[in-house]
Antibody, heavy 126, light 108 residues
């Protein structure tokens, strides 16, 4: 059974770069048909998609964060990572990694986050 | 448009049926998926595609869509269904992911 686990610092100083890693266990990150995503949730708020990466390295980012976000993949370690630069208090949130299933059925594109990590709280504060 | 709109809060009497809706232009072209999130927990996928339930999701959860509106229906709501529910889909380009603002479901 595939599991995802986020890791990284829980406290980041303003203006610095937030770095998180998601380790995939129980399956290969190189399996086709999946995108690997980062999603965050501000305290008491809804879900915000940050971006995703395919195992080949193709990426798509939320336009509102695109200038500060980099998502990368390390297939040898079965991990993918998030870097968010120039953070402010507004980046304080729970960060989730998730697997995005992606395929076409008879009616169109099926796309959903079927497996999530437990989430990691990141606080931006001096 | 890249927005998905949900009612902030909905309530249902125990054992009754409730429909949670999600509206957005992109839903005319793409399926919505639905997630349940309980306090302090990660979201859990409950419906995806036309009307698919992941293993372990009770069959009282179902999904449907018409025009620009997707719906999650809980038939015979249970106390454990009290949670926040989020829809998500792709934007009109198909490349970006969007989430609805979430609906807080209260089971009375």
């Amino acid at each position: 059974q595939v599991q995802l686990q986020e890791s990284g610092p829980g406290l980041v100083k303003p203006s610095q770069t937030l770095s998180l890693t998601c380790t995939v266990s129980g399956g290969s990150i190189s399996s086709g048909g999946y995108y690997w995503s980062w999603i965050r949730q501000h305290p008491g708020k809804g879900l915000e998609w940050i971006g995703y990466i395919y195992y080949s390295g193709s990426t798509y980012y939320n336009p509102s964060l695109k200038s500060r976000v980099t998502i990368s993949v390390d297939t040898s370690k079965n991990q993918f990572s998030l870097k968010l630069s120039s953070v402010t208090a507004a980046d304080t949130a729970v960060y989730y990694c998730a697997r995005d299933i992606n395929y076409y059925d008879s009616s169109g594109l099926v796309d959903a986050f079927d497996i999530w990590g437990q989430g990691t709280m990141v606080t931006v504060s001096s | 448009s890249s927005e998905l709109t949900q009612d902030p809060a909905v309530s249902v009497a125990l054992g009754q049926t409730v429909r949670i809706t999600c509206q957005g232009d992109s839903l005319r072209s793409y399926y919505a998926s639905w997630y349940q999130q309980k306090p302090g927990q990660a979201p859990v996928l409950v419906i995806y595609g036309k009307n698919n339930r992941p293993s372990g999701i009770p069959d009282r959860f179902s999904g449907s869509s018409s025009g620009n509106t997707a719906s999650l229906t809980i038939t015979g709501a249970q106390a454990e269904d009290e949670a926040d529910y989020y829809c998500n889909s792709r934007d009109s380009s198909g490349n970006l992911v969007v989430f609805g603002g979430g609906t807080k479901l209260t089971v009375l």
